[in-house]
């Protein structure tokens, strides 16, 4: 039985001839810029009709959680306005 924190998987599947871990290899600076620029160019970027779209339906969704959340607490704040000062017959 292997304990979870020795799997390969956990430290990226790295170890030196002695057994130890080996520390990760670091980047230069123009590696890094390089690595950016190829995963930017590989974004796939939306459409300005699919960009309209997507603007509007979080609007609606943002919308609907605003009322929601406005009615909760209206309900909420007269139900414990009732409960902590009393329904006051005069």
Do not use: C, N
Not at 21 to 48: C, D, H, N, S, W
Not at 78 to 83: I, M, P, S, W
């Amino acid at each position: 039985m292997s304990i979870v924190s020795d799997a390969p998987a956990v430290h990226g599947g790295r170890k030196d001839a002695s057994g130890g871990k080996k520390p990760p290899k670091r980047t230069g600076p123009v590696t890094f810029y390089r690595q950016i620029v190829a995963e930017l160019r590989k974004v796939v970027y939306p459409t300005r009709e699919q960009l309209v779209t997507y603007f509007f339906v979080v609007l609606a969704f943002v919308l609907v959680m605003i009322a929601i959340v406005s009615l909760l607490d209206l309900g909420l704040g007269k139900l414990a306005f009732e409960v902590f000062t009393g329904a006051e017959d005069i």
